[in-house]
């Protein structure tokens, strides 16, 4: 199911573990603003949500430094995994 990072908790309370849940519209805080997305949220707030994937696009491909924003973004997704 596609869902945006603010309905991603009540969808995995309600479908459970087994639900795979796609959030796109991401953005970090160094990546600036929403564009054109109405609801977005932060890579950690969506997987402790319980999003099962994210789909990252400006952030990664409008950044100065591509690389180092993907990686920054695996590393956010990472710290969030851990507390999870």
């Avoid at 994210?54 to 590393?75: F, H, M, N, T």
């Amino acid at each position: 199911m596609v869902c945006s990072a603010l309905e991603v908790s009540a969808l995995r309370a309600a479908l459970g573990p087994a639900a795979v849940l796609v959030t796109p519209g991401i953005r970090t805080q160094a990546s600036g603003g929403a564009d054109d997305q109405k609801r977005t949220g932060t890579p950690e707030s969506a997987i402790r949500a319980g999003s099962s994937l994210l789909v990252v696009g400006r952030p990664i491909r409008d950044a100065v430094d591509p690389g180092a924003a993907a990686v920054a973004i695996c590393e956010e997704i990472q710290h969030a995994t851990a507390l999870a």
